[in-house]
């Protein structure tokens, strides 16, 4: 079982429209989540770090269930420049972090 | 630019040559971190190191591949004898502590072996 999965996609959503990207984690001791982004052939961008009580910023909302060990991004009102893939990361004391494969959104008009 | 700085942007190598790898890490981040990234795949953990220090090579190929981050200077991943295989997209990340802090990633150098 691979440390974190995720769904690889491609989603494909109207602008305007809200998606959910899921992620579950195999490890009980990790410590630390985030999601980052990454567009084609770039570099991984961080998008925002996950807590246990939830956070929101802007139209991005992240969960953390650590009894289930799975952590959910909510994306609202999509817009064209959204499209990317997005990665679930956990990290751990030792601060090796682990990525999941992403997951493709691509938004159209 | 305050950002992680990797060189070369682009590498190419033939099969059996040495490939070096750097990267200057954000101003005031002691932690630096490589990844690799193969065509279609996600970001491997390869190497974790503090000035001097290597903490975790866990993801590192036992052979043929070493990273130092020396006291002045830029952090070096160097792969010798390189091979097709070593084809990829290596990304230097650092952060300002440890303990769960995120990383932030340089560009990357594209690695093709000819």
């Known amino acids: 079982r691979k440390e974190v999965e995720q769904d690889p996609g491609p989603f494909n959503v109207p602008e305007g429209a809200t998606v959910a990207f899921n992620c579950t984690y195999s490890?009980?001791?990790?410590?630390?989540f985030f999601w980052y982004r990454q567009d084609c052939r770039k570099e991984p961008k961080l998008l925002m770090s996950v807590y246990s009580s939830g956070n929101e910023d802007g139209r991005f909302t992240a969960q953390l269930n650590r009894a289930s060990q799975y952590i959910s991004l909510l994306i609202r009102d999509s817009k064209l420049s959204d499209s990317a893939t997005y990665l679930c990361?956990?990290?751990?004391?030792?601060?090796?972090?682990?990525f999941g494969t992403g997951t493709r959104l691509q938004v159209f008009p | 630019n305050a950002g992680v700085m990797q060189n070369p942007r682009h590498l190419v190598r033939r099969r059996g040559q040495e490939a070096r790898l750097r990267c200057s890490p954000m101003k005031g981040h002691s932690h630096v971190y490589w990844y690799r990234q193969l065509p279609e795949e996600g970001l491997k953990f390869m190497v974790y190191?503090?000035?001097?220090?290597?903490?975790?090579e866990s993801g590192m190929p036992k052979e043929r591949f070493s990273a130092e981050f020396p006291k002045e200077g830029p952090s070096i991943l160097r792969i010798q004898q390189v091979v097709r295989g070593d084809s990829a997209a290596y990304f230097c990340a650092s952060s300002r502590t440890g303990s769960g802090q995120p990383q932030h990633f340089g560009d990357g150098t594209r690695l093709s072996i000819l």
């Open positions: 990361v956990v990290g751990y004391n030792t601060d090796k972090l682990i």
């Open positions: 490890n009980s001791a990790s410590q630390s």
């Open positions: 190191l503090q000035k001097e220090n290597i903490i975790d």
